[in-house]
T-cell receptor, first 113, second 109 residues
């Protein structure tokens, strides 16, 4: 059974600081997703990482994937309050298509002004 | 920009009643999915659907659940006899790259 573990599960940080959220998974996969969820809302796709060594950046967020270590990171640079949300990583074990995603428990991020 | 849509946004039903949740996936996508999220918990895969049949389903997707694509655009999730523990957000997604709809909040009383 595929396990996806995120840490930390809860993070409170100040604006302007940098931090990294980690996502470990238990099986071989080269397809990993990061989503953002605001309270009561749907899942907003942030990044899709499709190969070992993939790195993608959007604004203050950067995601990377190391398939050999079975690890993805989401790095936040100079955090701002608007980035407060819950962030989920999700792994596609099947390589795209039939298999659904297995999600981590999410990282609840609060950024204090 | 194309998006996944879902109706209704909120459904309240009594235990034992049947509910149908509706989704319109992105038109050129081939795979469709249902997920659920119990309040405050992680998102859980229910079922995937391709070429008019179920591709994969999780342990959660028992005989109480069924999916259908009744026409060329809609994709439905039916819960035959709702239980209290079915209360959750239900998300439809389509792929491509697993774009999620806005969700239906199901409350079973």
């Amino acid at each position: 059974e595929l396990k996806v573990e995120q840490n930390p599960l809860f993070l409170s940080m100040q604006e302007g600081k940098n931090y990294t959220i980690y996502c470990n998974y238990s099986t071989t996969s080269d397809r990993l997703y990061w989503y953002r969820q605001d309270p009561g809302k749907s899942l907003e796709s942030l990044f899709v990482l499709l190969s070992n060594g993939a790195v993608k950046q959007e604004g203050r967020l950067m995601a990377s994937l190391d398939t050999k270590a079975r690890l993805s990171t989401l790095h936040i640079t100079a955090a701002v309050h608007d980035l407060s949300a819950t962030y989920f990583c999700a792994v596609d074990e099947g390589g795209g298509g039939a298999d659904g995603l297995t999600f981590g428990k999410g990282t609840h991020l609060i950024i204090q002004p | 920009e194309p998006e996944v849509t879902q109706t209704p946004s909120h459904q309240v039903t009594q235990m034992g009643q049947e509910v149908i949740l509706r989704c319109v996936p992105i038109s050129n996508h081939l795979y469709f999915y249902w997920y659920r999220q119990i309040l405050g918990q992680k998102v859980e895969f229910l079922v995937s659907f391709y070429n008019n049949e179920i591709s994969e389903k999780s342990e959660i997707f028992d005989d109480q659940f069924s999916v259908e694509r009744p026409d060329g655009s809609n994709f439905t999730l039916k819960i035959r006899s709702t239980k209290l523990e079915d209360s959750a957000m239900y998300f439809c997604a389509s792929s491509g790259e697993q774009y999620f709809g806005p969700g239906t909040r199901l409350t079973v009383t």
